[in-house]
């Protein structure tokens, strides 16, 4: 599955309707969640029963398109699910599934819009959105209409988006590079692999993007100071709120592009890596070092490493992330160090840079579980399109989803 997202270009009456339709497939997700709190044993059938009672019960809600609804009802389920799902193996906290009050997109399935030529797309249903023009340098033409599964409206600070998600195996065969990797993430580098290789936190640590990050981080100051200033309710408060927003969505894109960019290159001159299993939800406790993954955007990084791993056949494996640094990768003995330890200094011998040896026993860890490949992320995600964002003029086709 692929996502092609286009900007849309759509007039201010337009965009009141669209908000119009993001507002009442979160009504019907919520009142799908609340209909399953209320009653006990509900199922995914029963979800798709009540979309029907809720449409002839409410007049705006029979405006959406009736397989739009289910799509809303869906995604309360896929949020019911994967608290069972957490419940079930133990994860904690398991994910209490909650109301949405700031949704941000509708989803269609096959129906309610049509491609129309050259690069617009119609919204048929009772919203009466009409023609879109669609902006991007993507050919929906290469792809057959009927593997169009699903089209998504989205809305960001800076205006419309329409997704198209695409049932395509892409599956590219690359030569062997008969190389393998472990990586281990770290506050100080981006990643060390375990050829004892650093690759920094910026990509490009020259002056520029130095001077770039500063003025970013100044910038975004700046705005969030104007928006304190402003007072609540006021036009102001709104525009100074989209600016700051618009200001955070171009960063956030920045990182995309340039984790996407690495991940590839990675996948591309090896055969299999192996990392650390690290999820954001199990380091709450530590909040620094969450904050700091987060906007180092190695989550991103994880995310298009599984992807571009499918799709080039290449294998990334999630290892166990306990003790990497404290075994010794030469015997395996139990060197303990605390976090300032920067040395790894064993009794064998063994002299390395802390997190070269971690990389190290992450890479032997990933090659004895070969066979049980880390999608564990890609599993969870479930698909919320609406949270990852491509720049439109990136050179790379696709999205991560499924
Ligand atoms: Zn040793």
Not at 54 to 82: C, D, G, H, T
Not at 133 to 147: E, N, S
Not at 217 to 224: A, C, D, E
Not at 314 to 329: F, L, R
């Amino acid at each position: 599955m692929i996502v092609l997202e286009f900007k849309a270009r759509a007039s201010k009456h337009q965009s009141g309707l669209i908000d119009e339709a993001i507002r009442t497939a979160q009504f019907i997700r919520n009142k799908a969640l609340r209909y399953w709190m209320d009653n006990k044993g509900t199922g995914k059938s029963d979800l798709s029963k009540l979309c029907k009672l809720l449409a002839s019960e409410f007049p705006f809600a029979k405006k959406l398109n009736s397989m739009a609804r289910q799509a809303s009802a869906e995604r309360a389920w896929s949020a019911i699910s994967r608290f069972y799902d957490n419940c079930k193996k133990g994860i904690k906290p398991v994910g209490f599934p909650k109301f949405k009050k700031f949704a941000r997109s509708v989803e269609y399935k096959t129906s309610g819009w049509k491609l129309l030529e050259p690069k617009r797309i119609k919204f048929t249903d009772g919203f009466g959105i009409g023609e879109l023009r669609l902006i991007g340098t993507y050919d929906l033409a290469l792809y057959d209409p009927a593997q169009i599964r699903r089209v998504r409206l989205v809305r960001r600070a800076d205006g419309y988006y329409v997704q198209f998600c695409i049932a395509v195996d892409v599956k590219v065969e690359l030569e062997p590079s008969g190389n393998t990797m472990g990586l281990d993430v770290g506050l100080e580098h981006f990643y060390t692999d375990s050829n004892g290789q650093h690759q920094p936190i910026e990509v490009e640590r020259s002056r520029n993007f130095k001077k770039f990050y500063r003025d970013s981080q100044k910038k975004r100051s700046m705005l969030q100071r104007r928006l304190s200033r402003t007072q609540k309710g006021s036009a102001h408060r709104a525009k100074a709120r989209n600016r700051l927003a618009r200001h955070e969505l171009k960063v956030s894109r920045q990182r995309i592009e340039r984790a996407k960019k690495l991940a590839l290159c990675v996948i591309k001159s090896n055969d299999l890596i192996a990392y650390e299993d690290l999820r954001i939800r199990n380091m709450v406790k530590n909040h620094c070092l969450a904050k700091a993954i987060h906007d180092a955007g190695w989550y991103q990084f994880r995310l298009w490493l599984e992807y571009f791993g499918k799709k080039y056949g290449k294998v990334t494996v999630a290892v166990n992330p306990a003790y990497t640094s404290q075994e010794c990768s030469d015997c395996g003995a139990m060197v303990k160090k605390s976090l300032s330890t920067r040395t790894h200094a064993c009794e064998c011998g063994c002299v390395l840079q802390r997190d070269h040896n971690a990389a190290i026993n992450i890479l032997r860890r990933g090659l004895s579980t070969v066979g049980h490949t880390g999608t564990g992320l890609l599993d969870n995600l479930n698909a919320p399109g609406d949270e990852t964002a491509t720049a439109l003029d990136s050179g790379l086709l696709q999205q991560v989803t499924s």
